[in-house]
T-cell receptor, first 116, second 110 residues
Framework: GAVVSQHPSRVICKSGTSVKIECRSLDFQATTMFWYRQFPKKSLMLMATSNEGSKATYEQGVEKDKFLINHASLTLSTLTVTSAHPEDSSFYIC????????????FGPGTRLTVL | EDQVTQSPEALRLQEGESSSLNCSYT??????LFWYRQDPGKGPEFLFTLYSAGEEKEKERLKATLTKKESFLHITAPKPEDSATYLCAVQAPTGNQFYFGTGTSLTVIP
């Protein structure tokens, strides 16, 4: 149980284009979803927290207009990287908590974004 | 200020050589401490949650313990398939904020 999927697993795009990453909870309803960014050999950096039907709460230093987060349903959240630049290249990981256990985060497999 | 510090950064063990990974934290009013395993190019896989000092959790060759300022992940008789990066995270007293350490990269040599 508590399986989280992400799509796509890898994406390569040209500088200036936008990329959408989907995060789905497959066997549970995710009351809260989180988006992280991870650099090589670095820890996970929380970008934003989103609750279904509400606006996402962004961490300090994360540009809201660049990283658009939508949490339209209890099983789906999307992260759109707008006008991507090479410095946005990274590993993006989502996680979710269940309504039963709001403490434990279950992570998706991650999406490797490369901006050329 | 670092909230979570993990040590060592990297650890190489012979198969069967037991050891411990450390996670120390400065977050006050800890709600929970979490251990995850992360394989290269994958998302973290949940291992344990610890809530109070003195608590212990076990799963196969892994045992996690918690004190007021740190947690240990003990690995008994490790196997090559235990090779991975082990991440520690603490949950802030309020809200859903998690603070992650930078991880310990474990390599178990056959």
């Amino acid at each position: 149980g508590a399986v989280v999927s992400q799509h796509p697993s890898r994406v390569i795009c040209k500088s200036g284009t936008s990329v959408k990453i989907e995060c789905r909870s497959l066997d549970f309803q995710a009351t809260t979803m989180f988006w992280y960014r991870q650099f090589p050999k670095k820890s996970l950096m929380l970008m934003a927290t989103s609750n279904e039907g509400s606006k996402a709460t962004y961490e300090q230093g994360v540009e809201k207009d660049k990283f658009l987060i939508n949490h339209a349903s209890l099983t789906l959240s999307t992260l759109t990287v707008t006008s991507a630049h090479p410095e946005d290249s990274s590993f993006y990981i989502c996680s979710a908590t269940t309504s039963v256990n709001t403490d434990t985060q279950y992570f998706g497999p991650g999406t490797r974004l490369t901006v050329l | 200020e670092d909230q979570v510090t993990q040590s060592p950064e990297a650890l190489r063990l012979q198969e069967g050589e037991s050891s411990s990974l450390n996670c120390s934290y400065t977050v006050s009013g800890l709600r929970g401490l979490f251990w995850y395993r992360q394989d290269p190019g994958k998302g973290p896989e949940f291992l344990f949650t610890l809530y109070s000092a003195g608590e212990e959790k076990e799963k196969e060759r892994l045992k996690a313990t918690l004190t007021k300022k740190e947690s240990f992940l003990h690995i008994t008789a490790p196997k090559p398939e235990d090779s991975a990066t082990y991440l520690c995270a603490v949950q802030a007293p309020t809200g859903n904020q998690f603070y992650f350490g930078t991880g310990t990269s474990l390599t178990v040599i056959p």
